[in-house]
Structures are given as C-alpha cells and as structure tokens.
C-alpha cells in the first residue's frame, strides 16, 4: 500500500481548486457481519446537524427518519472542514456514490451503534423511500380469494372393466362333482299305520343291531390350504422363572390377624366324627415319621457332604499363602501406593515396582506446587537385599504402568499420569543389577539387621537413573495412561493397522490406552532415515547430559503416535473409555528366559540394535496373511469391547478413521481393572471388575462361559496362575485374596486369605519351578 500512496501524492499536486480534493484510502465501517453491507453508522454532532439541516427531534423524527442530502454539499463540507468532518470516515462511499443524492436515517434506538446511519446504494435507499406495500395488498386479496369453497358434487361416470371380473370369479368356488342323490321312503300299505314302541335287549337277539365306528379314511382326507382367521393384537404375556441367591438383607415387616375359630365352632369340630376318624388313620404315620427324624437329619445337604470327603492331591495347608519375603524403603515409599510390578525377564530375583501418591484428582490439584518438588520413582529391589533399592528410575510423573521390552530387559517404556509415555535405557547399569551385594557371603547365613542398627547412609548407592525420552504432550494422551504392551518381534503394523514381518528383528512397537477414550500405537524407530552429513554443512551436534544415554534422542519431546484408535458408541457420538487391553500375541515373560537366546538375536540385529533402529527401514514390507488383529479392551463403565484394530477410510472425507466394535458386553458393575489371556490357552481370557469376575473364550459371540456372583467387597486386581490352567488369583478392597480353582468349584472360590488391611492394588506372579508359582502382591 505505501507505494501506491506515494504515487497518488505525486499525481495529485493542485493545478486548481477542484483538484484539491484527494481520495483517501480509508476503509469505511460496516454492517457487512451482520448481514446489511449497505448500512454504514454515523456520528452527526449538533453542529454537524444544522448545516444539513437534520437536527434530531425538529427535522427529523422517529416518526420520519429519513433525510435527503446532496452528494455536492457533503463534498464542500468536505473542503470547509477537511478531516473535522463527520462524513470523513465514509468519504470513499461518498465519493463512489452513483446518485446525486444520499440518505441519511436517524437511528434513535442506537440499533447499529451510533444516532444516524448512511445508505451506500441507490437500491437499498429506493426500498427504504418507497416500500413495496402493493405487493402486500395483492397477497392478502389472493388468500381471501382462496378461502371461499365452492361444493361441486360428484357426476356419475359409467364402469369401465379393468379385469377385476375375471379375477372374482377364478376366485369363486365352483363344484367340480356331480352331487349324489338318494330317496328313501316305506311302502303304500304302511302309511298311517299304527305303531307300538317296547323294551328289548338288543345282545339276545342276534343281528338286532350294527355298530357303526368312526375311523379317518385316508381316501377322503383334505388338506386345507387357506383358511381366514380374524385375530386380534394384544400385549405379549411372558412368565418367567428364575432362582436367585439374595446375599443383601432386607428389613422388612408385616402386621396380620389370625384367623380363628369361635367358640361354637371349636366345640362344633372337636365333638366332630370326622376329626376323630383322621386323627386315627394318620397316628401310625406321624410317629413313624417322628422316629425317622430322632435317627436321621432329613435336612442337610447331600451335595455338600459329598464335596468335603473328596480327595485332593495334597494337604490343605498347601493353599494357603505364605510371606516368603517383604520389600521396604525407608525414605521413598511413605504414604505412597503401589501402581504396577514387573518381575525382571532375565535376572532371577530382581522386581521392578511403580509409586504413586495416593492422592484424589482434586488433591492433585490442591499439592500440584508440592508435587512437583518430589520426584516419582521406579524403584528396582532384589531379594538378596529387600530393604535398600538397587536402582530408582526418574520420571516426569508418577508411573501408572509400565513394561520390559522382551527384545532387551534392558529398556523400559511406561506410561505416566499426564498421559506422557516415558523410555528408559539402564543398559549402563546392567552389571550392578546382575551382581547384587547381599548381606554376607552365599556359604554364610544372612542376618537381618533392625531399621535403628542400619547405617544412615546406606542408601546412597542406589543411583537415580533419568529417562532417555519422553512423547509429545500435544499429540499424545492428554489423560491417565491406564495399561501398556509391547508387541511381539514377529510383525510390525503400519498406520492402517496391517501386520507385516518385522523389519528390523527386535521389538520396536507399543500400544498404550488411556482414560481420555483413545488407543495409541506407537514406534521407536525414526520416522524417515537419517541425512546424510556433506563436507559443506556440518552435522549439528545436541548437548546430551552424561548420565542420560542418547538411545532415543530422536524421540524426545516430539514422539507421537503412528496409530489412533477410538471406541465409538452405537447410538450417540461420544466414545468408551478403555482401562486395559489384551493382544492376541502378547509377550508374557512368565518365566525365566535363557539370556543366551537374547544375545543371539541382538547378534542376528547388531552389536547394539536400539542404538541402530533405522537400519532396518530400507527392508521392503511383508505383508503376514490372515494375521489376527483383533484384541479384547475392558473400559470403565465395566464392559468388555471385542474390536478390531486395523483403520478404515471415510468414504465421505478419505480421512482414516477406526472401525466399530465387533461385539460388547456390560458384564461388569464397575471398573475393570485386569483383562488377561491364559498362558496355557491363548483364546482363553479373564476379565476381572466391580464385584464379579467373568471367563471368556474368543469366538464366542454369546456371552462370558463363566460369570461369577457378587462379592462383598469390589475386586481390584487379578491375574492367572502359571502352572495350573484352572487356577487364577483375585485380590480385594479389604486386602483379601480369592483363590479360584475351577476344577475343584465354579461358584464360589476354592480359598480365601487375608493378606493385608489395606486395599490389594496389583498381583503379579513368578514361576517358581514347574508346580509353584510365587504370586507378589
């Protein structure tokens, strides 16, 4: 715009007086938003108005708003006060205006913002001066014109035959038999003849009569093929039957009269021979009866007397659960609450456990300045030393789950409360795990010392061990991270959700779910090959701290995820929220696995792979044929969701968008908090949630195969047993733990302990040997 402006200066020098006016580029106000780009608002002062004599109340009205005024005289307003004038912020419309004269209408109300506005067409100013009022009138004569009825009755029209003859009469029945026709009658001479009627039987005369029996002759049987019934809708009756247990007493009472004989009538009945005559008959059966109950109860269970003299495989004392060891930190765990365990894959004896404040949301919101100074921990324990941690893992915030990559225990992912996902690499720490300093010698006896015989400063060892990378807050979760799986070595998915063999050999992708009603699926390799450094411009190199490993530099702040699933519900548009998920090929490290089998894979990728992940994106993708890609999500409206993850296009916007959910049960009357397939049968899974507990197998559409009662108290977590199929464990609120052995009783649980008074926050067991397993609490 300058250029221009400074050429109209130089365009623009005065020759005359009429070339003194100058164009302004000046951009009028309009009502142009709301809808009446011909309305311009003005402010008219008191002087403003006596020179075109439009002074508010005298020359103009509300009555007659509309004033007049010639474009010449606005112009020399325009000379005579330049600027000062009230015309000035229209001067463009003015001067653009192809009529002579402009309309000016007073606005008392204010109803565009100031007291007058200009009209900028010549349209718009005819339809304010003259309204088209006889249009009006037309309309209305119309309609009245239209409102009378005239009756015109109806002219008969003779018949004209269209078929409908024919078709009565193929309908019409005709006989197709000629009718069989019989006279009966006596001879002449008997006609009036007297008649006597008697008495005889009938079986001493023979021949004196003929029976003559009915019987269905199948020569003469017809099959009815129409028939007109008149019925009649009415409500559909159902009686249904059902036993149910009630366990929830209720206090309930209800007030009678008895009714009772009068005194006549007692007497009346005692003195009666009929009462004397029962009594007698049923004497001998009520005393035998009598002596039977004295001999027997008749009143206990056979079913259950049954069930206690069966035979079990050992004694009942092996049940019960006992303490083998108890972990305890004396500076980081207070008043905290334990969110997620995971056994080491490779190191025998070494847990991983996640902390948290046990805080409410609005507490977290109340201590958010106090939480931020208290750092949120993994702490790593070994039972060769359960009272001082042998390394503490740094978060961002407090870990709600996480997991070992099957691939390298050595790298951790997790999932935090700010729906952040958090790596860990501890592959420099990995010798100081593997050779734990016990309390003596392996020939010596351990001796545990007491907490006031410890030294202050035995703790200080344990080193903090920061995390490696950390996902976007804008394109992650923005909610509680509430379950997370790494996917199996064997295939890799791409951003429809299509399995293909895994390029790079190690497990490189994630799944995560959240409470904010979304499944993400996420990769740690690099998004596109790494540029190739030229002599000219030299590789810029980022400052990494020395205790944080560079493994995953790439991802740091900017990792999102490569697939974005929702749980839309039928019916409305909002969506399930998933708590936990359950994958078909899920990497369970359920028992020690042989490091040298590692090894070998990290051989067969590379000295170091995750320090290399973008070796293997040149491969060429195989797709895997008929690869399931369904899994099962439990949400927090305790429903089971049966789904798909593979993406699908919008026909309407091309946009990549998730698939609806194969089949859903509300099952559960509360949260689910495990949802977890069978070691031993992969189609096997177990849902645990609110008050009950629910078995399922995959393929079966119709409904859980077993559906437990309701407990006393909500469950809380649970998980399957690792050497016997039948067996799973179940904790509760109270701190008690149900033991569910399936062979042995489906109703109810095979043994019940308590464990601790509080409430059991997650169970996680270890194979101990080929019948025993450790389950840590």
């Not at 025998?348 to 902390?355: D, K, N, P, W």
């Not at 429809?496 to 497990?507: K, L, P, Q, T, V």
Request: hydrophobic content about 35%; aromatic content about 10%.
């Amino acid at each position: 715009m300058a250029p221009r402006l400074k050429k109209e200066k130089l365009e623009s020098k005065p020759k005359s007086a009429k070339q003194k006016i100058a164009y302004e580029e000046a951009v009028p106000v309009s009502m142009e938003s709301i809808g009446h780009p011909e309305i311009f608002p003005l402010v008219l002062t008191t002087k403003t108005q006596e020179i075109f004599n439009c002074r508010a109340g005298e020359d103009i009205t509300e009555e007659h708003p509309n004033k007049l005024i010639k474009k010449e005289d606005i112009i020399q307003d325009f000379k005579n006060r330049a600027g000062i004038s009230d015309f000035h912020p229209v001067k463009k419309i003015v001067m653009e205006y192809p009529g002579e004269e402009l309309l000016v209408v007073y606005d008392k109300e204010f109803k565009y913002g100031q007291n007058f506005y200009l009209i900028g067409t010549e349209e718009a100013k005819e339809s304010i001066l003259n309204p088209p009022e006889e249009q009006v009138d037309t309309e209305e004569v119309k309609e009245s014109v239209e409102e009378v009825y005239v009756y015109k009755p109806p002219i008969p029209k003779p018949w004209v035959s269209l078929g409908s003859e024919k078709e009565i009469e193929e309908e019409s029945v005709h006989e197709s038999t000629v009718r069989a026709k019989y006279k009966i009658s006596r001879e002449r001479r008997q006609f009036g003849a007297p008649i006597k009627f008697g008495d005889y039987n009938a079986s001493s005369v023979k021949d004196s009569y003929i029976e003559c029996t009915a019987y269905a002759d199948k020569n003469f049987t017809v099959k009815q093929l129409e028939k007109d019934i008149a019925i009649q809708v009415i409500p559909i009756l159902m009686d249904t039957y059902t036993q149910t247990q009630w366990k929830f007493p209720r206090n309930a009472t209800t007030q009678y009269m008895p009714r009772e004989f009068s005194k006549e009538e007692r007497e009346t009945l005692l003195q009666s021979k009929d009462l004397k005559d029962f009594l007698n008959s049923v004497s001998l059966s009520v005393e035998a009866a009598l002596q039977q109950n004295e001999i027997m109860n008749v009143f206990i269970d056979d079913w259950k007397v049954l069930a206690e003299e069966e035979a079990t495989f050992g004694d009942k004392t092996d049940s019960h659960l006992k303490e083998y060891q108890s972990f305890t930190d004396l500076h980081n765990i207070k008043d905290k609450t334990i969110t997620c365990i995971c056994w080491h894959p490779t190191i025998y004896g070494l847990i991983a456990v996640s902390i948290a404040e046990r805080l409410s949301y609005e507490e977290r919101v109340q201590f958010s300045g106090k939480l931020l100074l208290q750092p949120s921990l993994i702490l790593f324990w070994s039972f060769s030393d359960p009272i001082h941690p042998q390394l503490m893992l740094q978060s961002p915030d407090d870990i709600f789950c996480f997991r070992f990559c099957p691939s390298n225990p050595n790298i951790i992912a997790g999932g935090c409360i700010n729906g952040q996902v958090v790596l860990w690499d501890i592959s420099a720490h990995s010798e100081r795990i593997v050779h734990v300093k016990g309390s003596g010698s392996t020939s010596k006896k351990a001796v545990l010392k007491p907490i006031f015989l410890l030294e202050p400063d035995s703790n200080k060892d344990a080193p903090y061990v920061r995390h490696c990378a950390v996902s976007s807050i804008e394109y992650g979760h923005k909610k509680l991270v509430t379950d997370i799986h790494w996917l199996t070595d064997n295939f890799e998915v791409n951003r429809m959700g299509y399995a293909f063999e895994n390029r790079s050999g190690i497990c490189c992708q994630l799944v995560t779910c959240s409470i904010d009603c979304t499944i993400y699926f996420w990769d740690i390799r690099p998004t596109r090959p790494p540029p190739i450094p030229t002599d000219k411009k030299k590789e810029e190199t980022v400052e990494v701290p020395h205790d944080v490993p560079s493994t995953f530099l790439h991802l740091d702040l900017s990792w999102r995820p490569h697939i974005r699933i929702t749980l839309a519900k039928s019916g409305t548009t909002l969506d399930h929220c998933p708590v936990k998920l359950s994958l078909r090929n899920e990497s369970l490290n359920y028992q020690v696995q042989d490091a040298q089998i590692l090894q070998q894979k990290a051989q067969i990728a590379g000295e170091d792979p995750y320090h290399n992940l973008e070796s293997g994106l040149a491969k060429i993708l195989k797709p895997i044929e008929d690869y399931n890609t369904k899994f099962f999500v439990g949400t927090e409206d305790g429903e089971v969701i049966y789904t798909d993850w593979r993406m699908e296009r919008d026909h309407d916007s091309g946009r990549l968008i998730s698939q609806k959910p194969l089949n859903r049960y509300a099952v559960h009357d509360g949260s689910i908090n495990t949802v977890q397939r069978s070691p031993f049968y992969q189609d096997i899974v177990l849902t645990i949630g609110g008050w009950n507990v629910a078995i399922w197998k995959e393929g079966v559409s119709q409904g859980p195969l077993l559906l437990s009662a309701c407990s006393t108290k909500m469950y809380t977590s649970g998980h399957w047993s690792l050497t016997r199929p039948a067996v799973f464990f179940v904790g509760k609120e109270d701190g008690y733990i149900d033991i569910w052995d399936l062979l042995e009783k489906t109703h109810e649980p095979a043994h019940t302990q308590n464990i601790c008074i509080t409430s059991i926050t997650y169970i996680r067991p270890w194979m101990f040997s080929s019948t025993k397993c450790i389950p840590l609490l």
